[in-house]
């Protein structure tokens, strides 16, 4: 069985910044696609960022240049680091993961079109005005 930890979440003020950290452990330490993944209060959930198992990322165009997706093998930890914050970043963020690659769109590894099989619950993030 897989299991993904989240942490790293919190309130910051409008252009400060936070880093998440998502742990792997279980099946799912050996997953090869990662994401993170938001819910903000419409309860729509948005694809954040992805990376894939040779480190290839994207990123949504309302993140980019701004957030920075990076992982650590060895640590078998995800990191999602956040800077310039606004309040349409507050969201519950989420991260996911796969033991296969992410499926790939231009050579890039799609924000939407890949089912992950492990899921984490969610660290909080509040940006305050």
């Known amino acids: 069985q897989g299991q993904l930890v989240e942490s790293g979440g919190g309130t910051v003020q409008a252009g400060g910044s936070l880093k998440l950290s998502c742990e792997l452990s279980g099946n799912s330490a050996g997953s090869r696609c990662m994401a993170w993944f938001r819910q903000g209060p419409d309860n729509k959930r948005e694809a954040v960022a992805v990376i894939d198992g040779d480190g290839t990322t994207n990123y949504a165009d309302s993140v980019e240049g701004r957030f920075t997706i990076s992982k650590d093998n060895a640590k078998k930890t995800l990191y999602l680091e956040m800077n310039g914050l606004n309040s349409a970043d507050s969201a519950k963020y989420y991260c996911?993961?796969?033991?296969?690659?992410?499926?790939?769109?231009?050579?890039?590894?799609?924000?939407?079109?890949?089912?992950?099989?492990?899921w984490g619950q969610g660290t909080q993030v509040t940006v305050s005005s």
């Open positions: 996911a993961s796969d033991k296969w690659g992410c499926t790939l769109i231009n050579g890039l590894p799609s924000l939407v079109q890949h089912d992950y099989t492990y």
